[in-house]
């Protein structure tokens, strides 16, 4: 498998002021307002809901929003609001979009997913030419639609894809990033202004943590806790700041995990980390 941290080399040391991708700025297909006024940028998670216990962490996180990376409205309605995701190529089925489809019409999403790390073996792990193929299914639901979610929003796949799009005359309303970092707030802000200014899109930041991409079972990561989250406040204050982010998530796993452990949200029986209260706070 093709190790993610290769993807992320050189990302967030380029300049920021790259010029926009010509011709590839696109509204709502029906002009509908955005849910969150701009500069407000709604806190969210991805968590899949495969329990009742998962339910109640998603609660306690006191979000805004959140996505379980699939595309059904989960039952236990939880308070902050759902929106679907298109997974992979191979999910763009008449059932799939029909659910989606269903949610626009209930009132229950405006937005809509786009394909999850396609740029990866073991994720979506699509070519962009695939990905354009697919991508006007996923326009005819009229939902607003989020770009795919690379490992690097700025490497080749992502500026490969977002040309296709230029060229095809689709439709993207806003770009997905994925960024696992070290604890350094500049870098990591510099990263999210140059994705936007060189697709020239709203940014939704739908993955982001502390990780350290070099630590093993025998070494877990080096970044401390209380780092982790002086870079977890400074970056959602930001982003609350920056009129172009429309929503970020951080993203947990668990605390044994040597890469990102200490940026877990909740203990092995569901409590809240000291993380996850600060999460909860912002």
Not at 66 to 90: C, D, K, L, Q
């Given at each position: 498998m093709v190790n993610r941290r290769h993807f992320l080399t050189g990302a967030i040391t380029a300049a920021?002021?790259?010029?926009?991708?010509?011709?590839?700025?696109?509204?709502?297909?029906?002009?509908?307002?955005?849910?969150?006024?701009?500069?407000?940028?709604?806190?969210?998670?991805?968590?899949?809901?495969?329990?009742?216990?998962?339910?109640?962490?998603?609660?306690?996180?006191?979000?805004?929003?959140?996505?379980?990376?699939?595309?059904?409205?989960?039952?236990?309605?939880?308070?902050?609001?759902?929106?679907?995701?298109?997974?992979?190529?191979?999910?763009?089925?008449?059932?799939?979009?029909?659910?989606?489809?269903?949610?626009?019409?209930?009132?229950?999403?405006?937005?809509?997913?786009?394909?999850?790390?396609?740029?990866?073996?073991?994720?979506a792990d699509m070519s962009p030419a695939e990905a354009l193929r697919s991508w006007p299914e996923l326009q005819r639901t009229g939902l607003r639609l989020g770009s795919p979610a690379p490992v690097n929003a700025m490497g080749d796949w992502m500026k490969a894809f977002m040309e296709g799009v230029s060229a095809r005359d689709l439709r993207v309303d806003f770009v997905c990033v994925h960024a696992y970092l070290p604890p350094r707030a500049d870098g990591f802000l510099r990263h999210i202004e140059e994705v936007h200014e060189y697709y020239g899109k709203p940014v939704w930041v739908t993955e982001y943590a502390v990780a350290d991409w070099e630590a093993t079972p025998r070494r877990p990561t080096r970044y401390s806790g209380k780092e982790i989250r002086s870079f977890m406040e400074e970056t959602v204050t930001a982003l609350r700041t920056m009129d172009y982010v429309e929503r970020f998530a951080w993203k947990t796993r668990p605390t044994g995990d040597p890469v990102m452990g200490e940026s877990a949200l909740f203990h092995d029986d569901g409590d809240l980390t000291e993380t996850g209260e600060l999460y909860r706070s912002l």
């Open positions: 920021v002021g790259v010029p926009a991708l010509a011709g590839c700025t696109s509204s709502p297909s029906d002009g509908r307002v955005l849910s969150n006024s701009a500069g407000t940028g709604l806190k969210g998670t991805g968590l899949t809901l495969t329990s009742r216990k998962r339910v109640a962490q998603l609660r306690a996180l006191n979000l805004d929003w959140f996505y379980t990376w699939g595309y059904s409205r989960p039952r236990a309605s939880p308070t902050p609001g759902f929106v679907p995701m298109v997974w992979a190529a191979s999910r763009v089925r008449r059932e799939v979009l029909d659910a989606v489809e269903d949610q626009k019409d209930r009132g229950q999403t405006e937005n809509l997913l786009g394909f999850n790390e396609p740029d990866l073996e073991g994720q």
